[in-house]
């Protein structure tokens, strides 16, 4: 059974996240869809794409698949992680991205939100950076994103604290373009994918991947890149680590002890 539903309409595709048993947590086969759906996007020539959860939803999506992770010594959040291959899909997407929020954005789901061109959310909308929930060394690709989306001190925050916030701080923050109630919001979201689609392609595309560019300009020594790998290493080598996804699996809270 397929796990999204598209849709294609005027020029503008739309992708509904539709595993709700898995409160659309990001497994490989999950995000394989979304992607092989935008690449579909593409040779149809679709101009905006809206990502979204099924309307009324309480979860937009659980984050990375958490039963997914490796346990053995291996970077949890590599090149090749499905998690970071949708990220760059939705980045690399000619055809600006809108995600359509409602519900508790968890983990990975929030890089996947942010890394949309545009945010529209629902009242009841929240935001959590989890990997310390889990044990979980973030990786440089993810932190960057966070840190072009939220001033450093709500970005510590939210990631010492892996609490969410409220939509209305996340709109405060510009991390979000607009709060809609849920009766509005479609209308909404889709008013703005047509004023895209009205606009020039190639134009659009070429600023997208301009501002990527450029958001994502910034040179670390090979000793720094290094460096924090070893550093993360350290995280995903440690008892804290396995002890993280195994609790969640156990459905108990982890004891984390620092190694
Ligand atoms: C696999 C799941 C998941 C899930 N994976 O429903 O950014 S990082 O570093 O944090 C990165 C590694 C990451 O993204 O990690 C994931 C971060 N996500 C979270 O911490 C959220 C985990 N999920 C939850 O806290 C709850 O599921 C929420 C609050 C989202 C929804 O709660 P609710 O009571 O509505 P359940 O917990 O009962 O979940 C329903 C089913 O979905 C599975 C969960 O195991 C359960 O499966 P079973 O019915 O087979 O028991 N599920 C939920 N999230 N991320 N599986």
Redesign the pocket.
């Known amino acids: 059974m397929s796990l999204i539903i598209t849709e294609t309409q005027n020029a503008i595709g739309t992708i509904v996240m539709n595993h709700s048993?898995?409160?659309n947590?990001?497994?490989e086969a999950l995000i394989c869809e979304i992607t092989m759906a935008l690449d579909s996007f593409r040779e149809q020539g679709i101009r905006a794409v809206v990502l979204r959860a099924p309307a009324g939803t309480?979860?937009w999506s659980?984050?990375?698949?958490?039963?997914?992770?490796p346990t053995g010594g291996r970077d949890?959040?590599g090149w090749s992680d499905p998690?970071r291959v949708l990220i760059r899909a939705i980045q690399e997407s000619s055809a600006p991205v809108i995600a359509l929020i409602e519900g508790?954005v968890?983990?990975?789901?929030?890089?996947v939100a942010m890394a949309c061109d545009i945010l529209v959310a629902a009242p009841e909308a929240t935001f959590?950076?989890?990997?310390a929930?889990?044990g979980?060394p973030?990786n440089l690709g993810?932190l960057l994103t966070v840190m072009n989306m939220i001033p450093l001190p709500v970005a510590k925050e939210m990631l010492f604290t892996?609490q969410p916030i409220p939509v209305a701080q996340a709109l405060n923050l510009g991390v979000v373009n607009y709060v809609k109630p849920t009766d509005e919001i479609d209308p909404f979201v889709y008013g703005l994918a047509a004023s895209i689609v009205a606009n020039s392609p190639l134009s659009i595309s070429v600023m997208k991947e301009e501002l990527r560019l450029l958001s994502s300009a910034r040179s670390i020594t090979p000793e720094l890149f290094e460096r924090i790998q070893g550093l993360r290493r350290l995280v995903y080598d440690s008892h804290d680590y396995r002890e993280g996804i195994t609790a969640?699996?156990e459905?108990r809270k982890p004891h984390f002890r620092g190694t």
């Open positions: 048993a898995k409160r947590a990001l497994s309480r979860v659980a984050g990375h698949d958490i039963s997914e992770l949890p959040l998690l508790g968890w983990g990975g789901a929030c890089e959590a950076i989890t990997p929930k889990l979980v973030y993810g892996a969640f699996g459905k």
